[in-house]
């Protein structure tokens, strides 16, 4: 079955199951969850979806967070705004289970999830201020990508956060050491920023299959004199640009490495 089958099926099975009812046990539907999740596994979409609605509606919130995932996946063409709508509600009921069971990592995961849909509008209508306090859930729950996050708002002072590096390294250490190559990123940004070239060296190269490290990496090289290397420059702008990245190719127009290497 394809896709874009299953998410319409899905959405159906969750519509009908708007109103959710709350069960007393500690862990409620999670049998019918695991139930549903071995047949997603399988591929049995359909089954799945009509398993995991059950058990979102006795109160799983993995149910719930999986409904999520499931529907807002692929590009707009496969959702539509009427399931992202669904995956939202679905998402905010993941948190509120998650919450009052207790389970931490589908609070992190939906509320990072939930904050992206509010940031791009997505079956939400947009709200930065919502998408931000969002973020904050998942980066206090631990998720790294909105700990990540978080940090570059604080280093960069947009939505909504005001400058604040001592916040944007805190948060961006958090998210390191969890391994996260956009946090890496960002703290090669910010240490070059601060005249730290070969720190930012360090934290580039643990991201550097990405085409935004590979760039900013190839930047370092040709701007600061302690780290001057113009073949490995052209060599990352390169392969920033190969992968698509238009400050890369832009770079890699104005830039004349023939004539940079006669004259060094």
């Known amino acids: ?93 993941a948190i509120k289970l998650g919450m009052k069971y207790h389970n931490n990592k589908v609070v992190r995961g939906a509320a990072n999830m939930l904050a992206k849909m509010f940031l791009r509008g997505h079956g939400v209508s947009k709200d930065t201020s919502r998408a931000i306090k969002m973020f904050f859930l998942g980066a206090e729950k631990g998720d ?51 005249g730290r070239e070969l720190v930012a060296k360090e934290n580039l190269l643990k991201c550097i299959n990405l085409p935004e490290c590979q760039r900013t990496l190839g930047l370092i090289y040709l701007s600061e004199r302690a780290l001057f290397d113009i073949d490995e420059a052209e060599k990352l702008l390169r392969k920033a640009a190969a992968k698509g990245d238009k400050h890369a190719i832009e770079a890699l127009n104005n830039i004349d490495f023939q004539t940079l290497k006669k004259d060094q």
């Open 1 to 93: 079955m394809k896709l874009s089958k299953a998410l319409i099926t899905i959405t159906f099975l969750v519509l009908l199951n708007a109103t959710f009812s709350f069960s007393a046990s500690p862990n409620p539907g999670h049998d019918l969850y695991l139930e549903g999740f071995e047949l997603y596994k399988k591929g049995e979409i359909n089954k799945a979806g009509q398993i995991l609605s059950q058990a979102s509606k006795q109160g799983s919130a993995e149910a719930a967070y999986l409904i999520g995932l499931l529907l807002y996946s692929g590009p707009p063409p496969e959702r539509g705004s009427k399931t992202d709508k669904v995956a939202a509600d679905a998402y905010a009921r």
């Open 144 to 194: 790294a990508s909105s700990q990540a996050f978080i940090g570059f708002c604080y280093f960069m002072g947009v939505h909504g956060l005001k400058v604040d590096y001592i916040k944007a390294d805190t948060w961006l250490q958090k998210a390191a050491e969890q391994g996260s190559q956009e946090a890496f990123l960002y703290l090669g940004m910010f240490n070059d920023m601060n």
